[in-house]
T-cell receptor, first 112, second 107 residues
Framework: DTAVSQTPKYLVTQMGNDKSIKCEQN?????MYWYKQDSKKFLKIMFS???????INETVPNRFSPKSPDKAHLNLHINSLELGDSAVYFC???????????FGPGTRLTVL | KNEVEQSPQNLTAQEGEFITINCSYS?????LHWLQQHPGGGIVSLFM???GKKKHGRLIATINIQEKHSSLHITASHPRDSAVYIC?????????FGTGTSLTVIP
């Protein structure tokens, strides 16, 4: 009965590849988020979606694109992966924008 | 300068000690969040507050809107409290995160 789940947990890939990370929440929340946590453990918000509308699009490269097929899913697509994309990516959800957030377990992406 | 500053960056305490982690922010906010990141990497939301004080078990969070300051207190600390504690603010569509406070509680 995981509230927020992400797949895969680990992702190792070569530079230049395209990859996706999936996120699903079963809490009935209206807002979902993607965060990047770098090697220095600094957490930075990348995107949030509210009812399938992009609300926040921080200054991330356009190689990153969120895709929300429905309210329960927010997938992260990354094109032309670069070494600097190596990080842990967390998905989260909240009932409304800015409310208490529930985090997924994270996906550790390593780009070789 | 980061919009959210936390202190201390690192903290080591003996089991049973009272712990305080501070968070100062420079922008107006709708709410302030305290998050806990376990050594295994999982992140849990501890508090969301916009005024006053909240308490969950041994954890207490306070906020002073006028001074743009929040504190997280842990009473009777325990080794299982060892984690990184992250302060984050939210206003409109903007989220700002502190760099975290790494707490180690020694038995």
């Amino acid at each position: 009965d995981t509230a927020v789940s992400q797949t895969p947990k680990y992702l190792v890939t070569q530079m230049g590849n395209d990859k996706s990370i999936k996120c699903e929440q079963n809490l009935g929340h209206d807002t979902m988020y993607w965060y990047k946590q770098d090697s220095k453990k600094f957490l930075k918000i990348m995107f949030s979606y509210n009812n399938k509308e992009l609300i926040i699009n921080e200054t991330v490269p356009n190689r990153f694109s969120p895709k929300s097929p429905d309210k329960a899913h927010l997938n992260l697509h990354i094109n032309s992966l670069e070494l600097g994309d190596s990080a842990v990516y967390f998905c989260a959800s909240s009932r409304l924008q800015g409310n208490e957030q529930f985090f997924g377990p994270g996906t550790r992406l390593t780009v070789l | 300068k980061n919009e959210v500053e936390q202190s201390p960056q690192n903290l080591t305490a003996q089991e049973g000690e009272f712990i305080t982690i501070n968070c100062s922010y420079s922008v107006g906010i709708s709410a302030l969040h305290w998050l806990q990141q376990h050594p295994g990497g999982g992140i849990v939301s501890l508090f969301m507050l916009s005024s006053g004080k909240k308490k969950h078990g041994r954890l207490i969070a306070t906020i002073n809107i006028q001074e743009k300051h929040s504190s997280l207190h842990i009473t009777a600390s325990h080794p299982r409290d060892s984690a990184v504690y992250i302060c984050a603010t939210h206003t409109g569509n903007q989220f700002y995160f502190g760099t975290g406070t790494s707490l180690t509680v020694i038995p």
